[in-house]
Antibody, heavy 120, light 111 residues
């Protein structure tokens, strides 16, 4: 079955760049679907960060767009998130997920999530 | 402040029915499909409903979705203690910067 697994540092210093990777197994990213990042600060709700198609076409949350880059590596069957100039407000559980190509809000498969803390 | 408005909490007794509302605008719910998610404590969200009222494989028909105008509703019948979770609505916002938006979430307590 399709599985997603996030990886990356659990602690990032303020003003630095947060980098996460989502490895996809059981499905080839090149076959379709959008692949997205969603985060959830402790005790708060979900916030969509952005999504990417295998072709590289991207959509970003307008409130984060200036700091976000999402890229895809079809050869490794993974996609990545970079969030620059982080602050404590970026502390959250970060999830990667797959979305239907026709319904970018319908994330049908999720990774388990990875906690990222921004602190010096 | 979330673009989509949900009640912070709802509650009902086991076996009863509960509805959770999600209010938006013409740029999001009014002109796009709505999805619903269930998030059990300490776990990733799970897709319950997509395209307003469709259920992914494996989701029981106790869960239903509907949409009218700029609002959507999630219904859960035959409540079970295992349904106690946070529920989120989501949709596409077709404003100038098209993007996905989520509601603030609703905590369901099964008394």
């Amino acid at each position: 079955q399709v599985q997603l697994q996030e990886s990356g540092p659990g602690l990032v210093k303020p003003s630095e760049t947060l980098s996460l990777t989502c490895a996809v197994s059981g499905y080839s990213i090149s076959s379709g679907y959008y692949w997205g990042w969603i985060r959830q600060p402790p005790g708060k709700g979900l916030e969509w960060i952005g999504s990417i198609y295998h072709s590289g076409s991207t959509y970003y949350n307008p409130s984060l767009k200036s700091r976000v880059t999402i890229s895809v590596d079809t050869s490794k069957n993974q996609f990545s998130l970079k969030l620059s100039s982080v602050t404590a407000a970026d502390t959250a559980v970060y999830y990667c997920a797959r979305a239907d190509g026709y319904n970018l809000d319908a994330f049908d498969i999720w990774g388990q999530g990875t906690m990222v803390t921004v602190s010096s | 402040q979330s673009v989509l408005t949900q009640p912070p909490s709802v509650s009902a007794a086991p076996g009863q029915k509960v509805t959770i509302s999600c209010s938006g605008s013409s740029s999001n719910i009014g002109n796009n499909y709505v999805s619903w998610y269930q998030q059990l404590p300490g776990t990733a969200p799970k897709l319950l409903i997509y395209e307003n009222n469709k259920r992914p494989s494996g989701i029981p028909d106790r869960f239903s979705g509907s949409k009218s105008g700029t609002s959507a509703t999630l219904g859960i019948t035959g409540l079970q203690t295992g349904d106690e979770a946070d529920y989120y609505c989501g949709t596409w916002d077709s404003s100038l910067s098209a993007h996905v938006v989520f509601g603030g979430g609703t905590k369901l307590t099964v008394l």
